[in-house]
């Protein structure tokens, strides 16, 4: 049984913190990441970690104040989010699979892919 489950969203003040979850479970996966989609604006990747390495990657918009990590075990990631803005307020999405068809998603965003999370509203007020 396929799941994918993200939790942590909610309403924050301009320099705030949230923390999101996101667990894999009933295929094979070897890495997780977010992505989010603002209001009428395109999906863009956040984040992925590798899980057996810790590998991660971040966009240049969230670097230094975004931190994913996870446990291996549980196929489990997190994204703390630190020194949040107004402009991260998106809906976020995690997605899991294959360390390679990841890194392809976070070059082609729109792609159709089978296991995206139902999202998590992250909303920042200034």
């Known amino acids: 049984d396929v799941q994918l489950q993200a939790s942590g969203g909610g309403l924050v003040q301009a320099g705030g913190s949230l923390r999101l979850s996101c667990a894999a479970s009933g295929f094979r996966v070897d890495a997780i990441c977010w992505f989010r989609q603002a209001p009428e604006k395109e999906r863009e990747g956040v984040s992925c970690i590798r899980l057996r390495d810790g590998t991660t990657f971040y966009a240049d918009s969230v670097k230094g104040r975004f931190t994913i990590s996870s446990t291996d075990t549980k196929n489990t990631a997190y994204l703390q989010m630190n020194r949040l803005k107004p402009e991260d307020t998106a809906v976020y999405y995690c997605?899991?699979?294959?360390?390679?068809?990841?890194?392809?998603?976070?070059?082609?965003?729109?792609?159709?892919?089978?296991?995206w999370g139902r999202g998590t509203l992250v909303t920042v007020s200034s």
């Open positions: 997605v899991a699979g294959l360390w390679d068809r990841l890194l392809r998603l976070w070059v082609f965003p729109g792609e159709d892919y089978d296991y």
